[in-house]
């Protein structure tokens, strides 16, 4: 293992993040763990509250906590419909937790890595960062952007020591909160019937692996230092992420279109 690194974790108590903070701490680092309300039974680790939605929380809790070697954005938040009449709340919530939650840890860690000349931010973001679906715009669009923050941010601070790293999970049963569904007009019902189940089709029989998977891509992400940009986690995410990269949209559409069964 690498040396002892202190590591910040956001959405922690649950899913992903609880998984990354139990193996983090099981391979020697000293793991602090965060979330709405400070995260409880994970033995060893220091909890905290922290709402990556609030200025002031995120000042407190980095405050508190002290200086940092590793930062890891998981917190998220899901929310599912057609764009058509989609609340604009709802899309702000999104955005709010999932992109600007994210920007506010970076933000507040920055001056003092760039000034050390070292530090490792992981932003967990999602197949859906690089290919959208239907129902999922407003996820898809926070996650997007995410990538694009991240992907500037690489070109940036990489300069000063501070890597940067897009985690990218396929379906994962991750206990990510889920805003209530926007079920739109009742023309959409029989889309809403296609969608039903799609994921399943992609992972197989076995059904969604556990959140320890992307748990140790991010752990070894903060270790290794030629962890690439982007990493997919998941035999769903490895498929289609490669068939978006060799295919153009058309040929790609009617590729999903196929394996899915998807005819709306």
């Known amino acids: 293992m690498s040396k002892a690194l202190r590591v910040l974790i956001t959405g922690a108590a ?16 000293c793991v602090v763990a965060t979330d709405l309300s400070a995260p409880s039974g994970l033995e060893g680790i220091q909890a905290h509250v922290l709402d990556v939605t609030s200025d002031e929380s995120v000042a407190r809790c980095l405050n508190e906590v002290g200086p940092l070697d590793a930062i890891v ?6 929310g599912g419909g057609p764009v058509e009449g989609y609340p604009f709340d709802r899309f702000r919530q999104c955005f709010e937790t999932n992109t600007f939650g994210p920007l506010r840890v970076i933000q507040a860690v920055l001056p003092a890595w760039r000034k050390r ?9 999602s197949i859906n960062g690089r290919v959208s679906s239907p129902l999922r715009a407003a996820y898809s669009a926070s996650k997007f952007a995410l990538e694009a923050l991240t992907e500037s941010l690489h070109l940036e601070v990489r300069h000063f020591g501070i890597r940067s790293v897009i985690i990218e999970p396929g379906n994962i049963a991750t206990g990510i909160r889920a805003m209530e569904l926007h079920q739109g007009p009742a023309d959409y019902a029989g889309l809403w019937e296609q969608c039903a189940g799609t994921d399943t089709k992609m992972t197989g029989p076995s059904g969604s692996p556990g959140p320890q998977v992307v748990a140790l891509a991010i752990a070894s992400a903060i270790e290794d230092p030629a962890t690439p940009l982007r990493v997919p986690v998941g035999q769903d995410a490895q498929t289609i992420l490669g068939l978006r990269r060799s295919l153009d ?16």
């Open 73 to 78: 954005n998981n917190a998220g938040i899901s």
């Open 14 to 29: 649950r899913g992903i993040g609880m998984a990354t903070a139990q193996a983090l701490s099981n391979r020697g680092h």
């Open 249 to 264: 949209d058309q040929a790609f559409e009617e590729a999903m279109r196929k394996a899915l069964g998807f005819m709306w």
């Open 117 to 125: 000349g070292s530090g490792v931010i992981v932003n967990v973001s």
